[in-house]
């Protein structure tokens, strides 16, 4: 069964830590674009970061560079996002999504393929609050 699971989200006070999981199985996460997702209610889903799949290049949303960093365990066949320093603006449903990259960068599978083409987990709740 083809699918993506989310971890790792929950209640965290502001300067705090947490490290979100996105768990693939029934296929082989390493060869496509990973990326995550942050959605608040009125707001278009926006691309926090994402991960090539054919250099491991890396894309960050400008809000969150320097305090976020996506990685993957290609051995647990999962991407990792590690959230340091966390603001209350960060509060949101986090979600992965997958898809292939072609000769697309991975700005671009950021800001809009993984969006239009993506395979989507279900996400986990981020909140972000004293």
């Known amino acids: 069964q083809t699918q993506l699971v989310e971890s790792g989200g929950g209640l965290v006070q502001p300067g705090g830590s947490l490290r979100l999981s996105c768990a693939a199985s029934g296929f082989t996460l390493s060869q496509f674009a990973v990326g995550w997702f942050r959605q608040v209610p009125g707001k278009e889903r926006e691309g926090v970061s994402c991960i090539s799949s054919t250099d491991d290049s890396t894309y960050y949303q400008d809000s969150v560079q320097g305090r976020f960093t996506i990685s993957r365990d290609n051995a647990q066949n999962t991407v990792y996002l590690e959230m340091n320093s966390l603001k209350p603006e960060d509060t949101g449903v986090y979600y992965c999504?997958?898809?292939?990259?072609?000769?697309?960068?991975?700005?671009?599978?950021?800001?809009?393929?993984?969006?239009?083409?993506?395979?989507w987990g279900q996400g986990t709740q981020v909140t972000v609050s004293a």
């Open positions: 999504a997958t898809g292939t990259q072609g000769l697309f960068s991975i700005h671009a599978m950021c800001v809009r393929r993984l969006k239009e083409a993506g395979y």
